[in-house]
């Protein structure tokens, strides 16, 4: 590899050492002693609401009067994208059932899980698109029961969009609770809600060491970490366009990780030059992120030629992976390790991340490499059944006893055994283990 950082990161998703994992410890320990009541201290405390928990339907009601038409407009169009895309998914999965030997069969099922809880961040941006992403796969997966959790402002409430959003796409309840406290509400089962069997959703930090924590009594869709995005581009690429695509996603947090990587010198440096710029002509909410994170967390990395471009990429196994280069296909045919694929300047991160129908709840900080984003088949428990007849049994059995037999499971012999002699009982069968 002839890598050339022409900007180096000094930190890296994992520098923020904070100590988190104590105080989410204590409070999923709270909450699950104390229920209801304890929940609701957490909420007063953190959120700084003393509303309803569990929004009513005149509650929905009233939230979707304040949404314009607009706005339900431009979220019915991506929500009729996602539950396209994501019905797509549904069909590509099949059951099936294949006769493994004459007389004994084999099957897959897919089966939805029955409850689904949804995480809707709510803190510095109203993420409207990820109840959008996070509700519709729920309900196209067939979950029987959606909730909706999303942290409530003070004096006011989950701001009306989402509200909306959570309704129009499937959510059974909608729920105002935050943070730690919301997820461990939807994974004990609080507020008379059935017990999730799957938590959903971005979240801050707090929010993911709370799933991290839970896994295994309850599914997630991922551990996840602080966003972060890729761009191949090659000579042919607009820096502008590269330029803003990166902002646009820096802005997301200050340990936003963006990365450039490009065989063309030209384009890095102009990158270079215009990222600043337009950082600067940021809103000022959403420049102190952008700045820190292109500061500490951005890289452009000069490559020799496209193939070291895409194996530099692989590396990184990025969330987001743009390419702005030549010979679309190639790009396609070639990278294996992303969350999700953006090929060309006619699209971008965020209109996956907003409308165009691919989930943007995605693996971060190289999870990509192993793993892919939310989708339907994230609700989906893939399950095994089969059947024989007594004739199909008879083999299946003599080798399982003696396979049984060889490994020390005595027990898991003589189940085959009193088959053979209930079954067969006229004849012998030799189901001594061999070494």
């Known amino acids: 590899m002839t890598r050339e950082y022409l900007k180096k990161a000094t930190l890296t998703s994992r520098s923020d050492a904070s100590e988190v994992k104590e105080i989410v410890r204590n409070i999923l320990d709270d909450i699950e002693a104390g229920g209801d009541d304890k929940a609701m201290e957490y909420a007063a405390k953190f959120d700084q609401y003393d509303g309803p928990v569990l929004l009513s339907q005149a509650d929905i009601d009233a939230a979707i009067a304040q949404v314009s038409d607009k706005l339900k407009a431009d979220i019915q169009f991506s929500h009729k994208n996602v539950k396209k895309f994501a019905e797509a998914q549904k069909a590509s999965l099949k059951d099936f059932e294949v006769e493994v030997i004459p007389g004994m069969t084999a099957g897959q099922k897919s089966v939805p899980v029955h409850a689904a809880g949804c995480y809707v961040p709510g803190g510095r941006y109203s993420h ?112 502008m366009v590269a330029a803003v695509d990166l902002v646009g996603q820096a802005e997301h947090g200050y340990n936003s990780p963006v990365w450039l990587v490009t065989d063309s010198r030209e384009v890095a440096e102009e990158v270079m030059r215009l990222v600043p710029e337009l950082i600067e002509d940021l809103p000022e909410v959403n420049r102190d992120n952008a700045r820190a994170a292109w500061r500490d967390y951005a890289e452009v990395i000069l490559c020799a030629d496209r193939e070291e471009m895409a ?20 790009w396609l045919d070639r990278l294996s390790c992303y969350g999700s694929l953006f090929l060309g300047e006619e699209t971008t991160v965020a209109f996956g991340d907003k409308a165009s129908g691919t989930n943007h709840v995605l693996p971060t900080s190289g999870a990509a490499s192993y793993t892919g984003g939310l989708s339907v088949h994230k609700y989906m428990k893939i399950v095994t059944w089969q059947r024989s007849t007594r004739d199909a049994a008879k083999h299946v059995a003599q080798a399982t006893a003696r396979i049984a037999r060889l490994e020390g499971m005595e027990g898991h012999a003589r189940t085959a055994d009193i088959r053979l002699s209930k079954f067969f009982p006229d004849e012998e069968f030799d189901l001594t283990a061999e070494d």
């Open 311 to 330: 194996a530099t990429s692989d590396d990184y196994a990025p969330e987001h992976l743009t390419v702005q280069a030549q010979d679309l296909d190639w």
């Open 128 to 239: 409207i698109a990820s109840a959008i992403m996070t509700v519709t796969t729920a309900k196209v997966a067939g979950c029987k029961h959606i909730v909706a959790c999303s942290p409530p402002r003070p004096g006011q409430g989950v701001p009306p969009a989402i509200i909306y959003a959570a309704h129009i796409c499937g959510a059974d309840k909608i729920m105002a609770m935050g943070g730690v406290q919301g997820v461990a509400a939807m994974t004990f089962g609080l507020f008379g809600l059935p017990k999730a069997n799957i938590l959903v959703g971005p979240g801050n930090q707090f929010v993911a060491e709370a799933k991290r924590m839970l896994f295994g009594r309850v599914g997630i869709d991922m551990i996840a970490g602080p966003t972060d995005s890729l761009i191949l581009a090659d000579a042919t690429a607009d820096p």
